[in-house]
């Protein structure tokens, strides 16, 4: 959804320019009243879009994701106990609702990540990954679906 974005890029805006107390208010804003927590200081690329208004969606301050990025609810994306760095998303990544990303990954672009998921191992590109734990279940699907060879 448009709105919690917005707010975001408001907050990142603020963020970027020093104003670090505006941008936490944006932060803030977002938690109490749309339940999503998506700090300023994250890097969303653009084109970032939430479903169902993000509900439940938390994203850790250093997160980076790339563009073109849908993320469907309650989905955590943050580091594991003891990491002190978080997970570097790719492009063009379909993130289905309940997954929980975790940890010093690396998650490759034109992924597809299904419902319920822990990823808390690097995924290479062009894949589609699902289940707890993890399993590859697709190799290049970029190729397949839209023979670009």
């Excluded at 020093?18 to 084109?47: D, E, H, M, Q």
């Excluded at 594991?80 to 309940?98: A, E, T």
């Amino acid at each position: 959804m448009i709105i919690p974005v917005s707010i975001y890029r408001v907050g990142n805006w603020f963020h970027k320019r020093g104003f670090k107390l505006c941008a936490k208010l944006a932060t803030y804003c977002n938690r109490f009243l749309l339940s999503v927590w998506i700090p300023s200081s994250a890097s969303l690329g653009k084109n970032f879009r939430l479903g169902y208004w993000g509900l439940g969606v938390v994203i850790h301050s250093n997160a980076v994701i790339g563009d073109n990025c849908l993320v469907a609810q309650n989905v955590t994306i943050g580091r594991n106990f003891g990491d002190q760095n978080v997970p570097l998303m790719g492009y063009n990544l379909c993130i289905g609702r309940g997954r929980v990303v975790f940890g010093e990954i690396v998650v490759g672009s034109d992924v597809i990540i299904g419902a319920n998921s822990v990823i808390n191992n690097s995924v290479p590109g062009s894949c589609t990954v699902a289940g707890n734990p993890m399993r590859l279940l697709q190799r290049d699907r970029i190729e397949k679906y839209y023979n670009l060879n």
